[in-house]
């Protein structure tokens, strides 16, 4: 099966995805997985991880609108996926801008997430290098951040996703490059974030290379169609989810380069 085949079974099999997200992108992670076709959970109580986590095709982790209560329940998550073979998704948003907040990244890399997903700034400073991010928004290029991510998949065993203009991805040996999508993208509040809701999607569906793929691929080939019918950043956002709906495996694979 290829990274794009992946949408057919996912579509079939609508998985149940847990989503540990911030508050800014709550409803439009759950209407990005939705529009996808599985199935979104915002839960974050700690008290019901032990519970639910299992049950669940996949987790995802946003450390965006970080707190103590939310840190404690993203931790015991990671660990119940990783005790369940649940795969999970890591999105350390803007670690770097306090110590609490890279402290608390670190501790969720050190439990291995399935995938990594960030954006170059994100990426250069989880492996120790130097990036010119500003809160959320990355300050450095794809291209300066390849060899962090490949880095950072070798040592943890994640598969690695850098998000930009041209999306990388790599499991340590081998990569991709993913393009198309729209310069409207970054004008939609936690359209990033919902992004990693979709990860989980496809992670929950195919193996991790694969699933990031197909995810990367399935927002370019969505923004593609949204950009054509878009006459500003309100009417992308209802075009994006349309057409999140209705592309197709053969609408991925175009945007792949290999």
């Known amino acids: ?135 959320a928004d990355s300050g450095d290029s794809v291209d300066a951040a390849k060899g962090a991510a490949e880095a950072l998949a070798r040592d943890y065993g994640a598969t690695v996703a850098v998000t930009g203009p041209v999306d990388f991805v790599t499991d340590g040996t081998q990569s991709a490059e993913v393009t198309g999508g729209s310069a409207l993208m970054p004008q939609i509040t936690a359209l990033g974030c919902s992004q990693t809701a979709l990860m989980g999607a496809y992670a929950a569906a195919g193996p991790a290379f694969d699933a990031a793929l197909g995810a990367l691929a399935h927002f370019k080939a969505a923004g593609n169609v949204a950009a054509s019918q878009a006459t500003g950043p309100g009417s992308f956002q209802v075009h994006f989810l349309d057409a999140l709906a209705s592309v197709g495996p053969d609408d991925l694979a175009q945007t792949v380069l290999g």
Not at 1 to 29: E, K, W
Not at 98 to 113: F, H, I, M, N
């Open 1 to 135: 099966m290829s990274f794009n085949d992946i949408l057919t079974p996912l579509r079939a099999q609508n998985p149940l995805v847990q989503c540990i997200t911030n508050y800014v992108a709550m409803n439009i992670a759950a209407n990005v997985v939705l529009a996808a076709g599985a199935s979104p959970a915002m839960l974050h109580a700690v008290e019901e991880i032990e519970d639910f986590t299992p049950i669940c095709g996949a987790l995802t982790i946003n450390i965006g609108t970080l707190d103590g209560a939310w840190a404690a329940s993203m931790m015991a998550a990671a660990k119940t996926a990783n005790a369940s073979d649940v795969p999970w998704v890591l999105d350390p948003v803007a670690h770097f801008v306090s110590a609490y907040r890279k402290g608390v990244a670190q501790d969720l890399l050190v439990q291995r997430p399935t995938i990594l997903r960030g954006n170059a700034s994100e990426i250069l400073a989880l492996a120790g290098e130097a990036g010119s991010g500003k809160g």
